[in-house]
Every structure is written in C-alpha cells, then in structure tokens.
C-alpha cells in the first residue's frame, strides 16, 4: 500500500462522487481487448545478481545486433558522447523552470543559444524555448494561425505525418473548427490543383510536412503563393530537422514547427522528443510555450530572462496562448548542443551522408526484379518502395536477418498496399544495404515461384 496514496474509504467516496460503483466501472470506456486480464508474462521473483544477469543477456541480444531502417518521424542519428556528459550536470539535469532569472543564468543562455539555432535553421524571425513534441507543436502553430486570422477552416496535406493529423483531430474537436484534407499527387507531394480548390477566404491555415511522411520534398514556394493569395498562413512541419543541413529553409512559410529529436536526442523507444516552433516576428505575440529574452542588468552586463509570458500559469487562463508548459528544455539542451558540436559544416556533412545513404539504397532496391520507387519528387533520406508480396512478411523475412526493414504503409494509408517506408540515416553502412538487398531478392525470388509477384514499373532515379 506504501505506492496507494488513497485509502479504501477515500476511493470509495470518490467513486461515489463520480457515479461509479467500481475501479471497473470507471474505465469502461477502454475497448476489452485493450485490458490485461492475466498475469504479466515476467520471470522471477529474482534475487538482485539474477536480475542483473537477466539484464546482462537480454542486452546481449538487444536492437544493437539488429539494423533499423526505420524512420517515420524518429530517426536515428549518431550522438557525440559529450551530449550525455553536460546534459547530467546537476546545473542542468536538475533545474527547474527558470522564474528567477538570477538564479537561472546558464539554463536561461541555453534555451536563447537553443532559439537563435531554430531561428537560423528555418529562415524564421523567432523561436519558442521549444514545446513537448513534433506533433503538439504543430497543432500549436495551427491554434497560432486560428488566433491570428480569426478564421475557422485549416487545410491539411495528406502527407502530413498521420499521428500529428491525428493530435490535431483531438485537439480541435470540439472547437467548431473545420479540417480539410488534401490527397497526395502521383509524385508523392501533395496535390497543388486540389489544393487551390479548397482554399477559401474562410481558409486559416494550410498545413504541408517538408520532407513530407514519404520522404518527399514538397513544393514549399507554390504551397506558399496559393496559401498567400487567399490571406491564409502556410505553416511547414518538419520532422527531419536534418535535411535543412544541406535543403534550403522554407522562408516562404510563417510558421515554421515540428520535431528536433535527430539533433542528439536518443529513438529511446519513443521518448521524450523534442518539438520546435518558430515564425515571422509580427506574430510574435500569439506565439505559444516560453521565450526567452536578452536584456542588460543595472549595470549593463548582458543576461537573459522570460520574456512576453504568455502561458496560463502567468496570465488568466482564457488570454493564455498555450497550455502547453512541458518545453523537454533537457533535450533542446541536447539539440543545442549537438548543433554547436557539429557546426554549419559538420551539419551539412552528416546530411549529405544521409542523402547518399537513402539514394543508394534506392538505387540498389530498383535493381531488384518486381521492386521499384513509385514517387518521382526529390527525397533527403526516407523513401517508398513497392514491394511485391506482402509488405508484412518482407518484414518478417528481414528481421530475421536482423535488419528493421521500415514502416508497412497500409496501417495509415490503405492505398499503399505492399509499400514500405524505408529510412537511410549516416548510422547505416552499404554493406548492410546490400544485405538488405539480397533479401529482397530472395523473397522475390519467392513470390514469383508462388505466382504472387505483381508486375510494376520501377520510377526512375530522382534527384535533388
């Protein structure tokens, strides 16, 4: 009972209080086949040596033996060791919310050097102190637009990353605000005649992802022009931060938000991430989450502090721009580092690494018989490919060879029937591409002998 806080007699009455007869009761609305009715399958009880020789052997055959070319929104990136080393100073590791700028100096320069690197990496005027994550920090920047057009109506790219569609779902469902969803062009982009189509005079906000959910370049400057031409703001959502290494920023856009988790922040089996928003300066004021200002003191040394508050724990709550005040300052210190570490050279190296990786992979997996590319648009380091067979049991067959061979891109696109999301970062060797490769053909091999193999036509190479 030392870890139940509440006694018998208290969660009673709070059951009462909400109407329910039972803890059962109360979370009736979790699907049944959700609920663990048995025990968990754990060995044990152990002794502490034979708990420590269990973790002994499973790291022994951890995912460090397994290859991944699996991206969709965590990619993994090497991170230079000296991260972690400042990252756990008790300075940083330790600190709270920095409302006592005296007291606050190094977290305070941090999350200013943090902004300044945002700031320069998108072509935008400003940047936030960062937010929980990709996917609520663009749904932040969508509530930005709202505010700032006092329209009702956003217009989203299919190609934006599902799970971040899906965060905004939740979010404005119950707000009166409209969300229209534009289909994706047969180069993988989204569909720009559509997209104009839809635009309205009541349109807020158009929403693209660059490099989009397929890897995709989308066109940001035609994106931006139709957007413009009917008072709507363009905000682009970047999931793979390191592609602005060596592609250009989308400076035609006025919001600019998304995910830095690939700036030496670990996949660590999904979390914490990183998110990131940044936009033109006149819209400062309807910025969510924490900004950090430089001033001079009494004496005209340089410092910095919180400036504009605009969060509900310092203004009432209806004038509040976000509630959002988890802003992950432990990882944009990590994000910050990493980039201060690489530098504008390093950057544009360990991307251009990326984009010889994925273009190889590419290359090598058109070679294979019955596989082929079908988006045509430029990619940086992600990309799909069509399989023949099931996509599933492609899989099944990697993982044997211990490689994480992608995404299944049915789950949210039942379209795509047969396709993999393939993911080629500096962390993967060509030897383990060709590995891949080699599977590949066996399993083609495999399907034409089933009489299962669909004929395709492989695209040809794309460039950016």
Sequence with gaps: MRYLPNSPAERAAMLEATGRRSIEELFNQIPEYLKLRGQLNLPGPLSEPEILEFFREAAS???????????????THYRPVVIDALISRGEFFTAYTPYQAELAQGTLQAMFEFQTLMTQLTGMEVSNASLYDGSTATTEAVLM????????KVIVAHTLHPEYRQVLATYVQQQG?????????????????????????ETAAVVVQSP?????????????????????????????????????????????????????????????????????????RQMPGRLVGQTTD????????????????????????????????????AATIYLCLLGKGGLKSVAEHNLAKAHYAAAQLRAVPDVGTPFAAPFFNEFVVKVPGSA????????????????????FYP??????????????????????????????????????????????ASRN
């Design 392 to 411: 599933e049991e492609l899989l099944a067959a990697l993982r044997e060879e211990r490689i994480i061979g992608g995404l299944a891109l049915e789950q």
């Design 298 to 333: 009494a004496e005209g040394r340089r410092g910095f502090v919180l400036t504009l508050a605009t969060r509900e724990q310092h203004i009432r709550r209806e004038k509040a721009t976000s509630n959002i005040c988890t802003n992950q300052s432990l990882c944009a210190l």
């Design 61 to 75: 055959r951890s995912s460090r033996e397994y290859v991944s070319l699996l991206g969709a929104g965590a990619y």
């Design 212 to 284: 989009n959910f397929f890897g995709a370049l989308e066109p940001v400057r035609q994106v931006a022009e139709l957007a413009h031409q009917r008072g709507a703001l363009l905000i682009v959502s970047i999931a793979e931060p390191l592609s602005l290494g060596i592609i250009q920023p989308p400076r035609e856009a006025d919001i600019v938000s998304g995910e830095a988790q690939s700036f030496g922040v670990p996949v660590a089996f999904g979390g914490p991430y990183l998110g990131f928003l940044t936009c033109r300066e006149k819209f400062l």
């Design 177 to 201: 605000i409209e969300v229209a969803e534009i289909p994706y062009a047969p180069t993988g982009q989204v569909d720009l005649p559509k997209l104009e189509a839809a635009l309205s005079p």
């Design 145 to 152: 637009a709202l505010r700032i057009t006092h329209r009702e």
């Design 415 to 460: 379209e795509l029937e047969s396709h993999l999301l393939i993911c080629a970062t500096e962390t993967i060797g060509r030897a383990a591409i060709d590995r891949m490769c080699e599977v590949y053909r066996r399993f083609q091999a495999r399907a034409n002998t089933q009489g299962s193999a669909p004929e395709i036509q492989s695209a040809p």
